[in-house]
């Protein structure tokens, strides 16, 4: 079973930077990619990025590409995701998930196994 904390979200400005962090309870070795996903209310659960977790490679949604940075720190097992700009349509539950072995669609729900709790961000305009 693998855990995953989220942190980092807040309430910021249009045009403001925030930090996400997801940290996973047990070694990366059982990690083949992590990604982020976010909903607003009433809306579905969507893609926002993904990173495989030996080889770094990186995927992003077209509506945060410029914007929006994902990355990996393999000591610490930890996942972030760098947002800058922000934009009131950003704002929604942030979650981290984690995907025990390969999927090619790495951007649907069902191709991640372990969830985080979700944290909170939210774009003043």
């Known amino acids: 079973q693998v855990q995953l904390v989220e942190s980092g979200g807040g309430l910021v400005q249009a045009g403001g930077s925030l930090r996400l962090s997801c940290a996973a309870s047990e070694r990366t070795s059982r990690i083949y990619r992590m990604g982020w996903f976010r909903q607003a209310p009433g809306k579905e659960r969507e893609f926002v990025s993904a990173i495989t977790w030996s080889g770094g490679q990186t995927y992003d949604a077209d509506s945060i590409k410029g914007r929006f940075t994902i990355s990996r720190d393999n000591a610490k097992n930890t996942v972030y995701l760098q947002m800058n700009s922000l934009k009131p349509e950003d704002t929604a539950v942030y979650y981290c998930?984690?995907?025990?072995?390969?999927?090619?669609?790495?951007?649907?729900?069902?191709?991640?196994?372990?969830w985080g709790q979700g944290t909170q961000v939210t774009v003043s305009s």
């Open positions: 998930a984690a995907s025990t072995y390969y999927r090619a669609t790495y951007y649907v729900t069902g191709a991640y196994d372990y």
